[in-house]
């Protein structure tokens, strides 16, 4: 059984640095695309960064607003996906969700086959 589970977050005042992490569990994704999505209230959910292995190498995407504070980053060895934010503003409040597919690529849609329960990240201003 394939398990995505965050952690890390917690409340944060504008200009903070948080990370949150995900560990994976029931199967390597170190072939495979990972991504974080959030979703602020009463919004839809949204792509924030993603990372995948392809065969010319290690590929990063992230969504506009995000671009130069967050950095996300994996550990193949274990398992593990991080989301490093910085410079954190209150429109990043949201509930962060760590997302696995099958394969490689990073599609900003919700074309992933797993997901994590989500976890709060509320920052003040």
């Known amino acids: 059984q394939v398990q995505l589970v965050e952690s890390g977050g917690g409340l944060a005042q504008a200009g903070d640095s948080l990370s949150v992490s995900c560990a994976a569990s029931g199967r390597s994704f170190a072939k495979s695309g990972m991504a974080w999505f959030r979703q602020a209230p009463g919004k839809t959910r949204e792509f924030v960064a993603g990372i995948s292995w392809t065969w010319n190498g290690t590929i990063r995407d992230y969504l506009d607003t995000v671009k130069g504070r967050f950095s996300i980053s994996r550990d193949d060895a274990k398992n593990t996906v991080e989301l490093q934010m910085n410079r954190l503003l209150p429109e990043d409040t949201a509930l962060y969700y760590c997302?696995?597919?099958?394969?490689?690529?990073?599609?900003?849609?919700?074309?992933?086959?797993?997901w994590g329960q989500g976890i709060q990240v509320p920052v003040s201003a």
């Open positions: 997302a696995g597919r099958l394969q490689s690529g990073i599609p900003r849609t919700e074309e992933y086959r797993w």
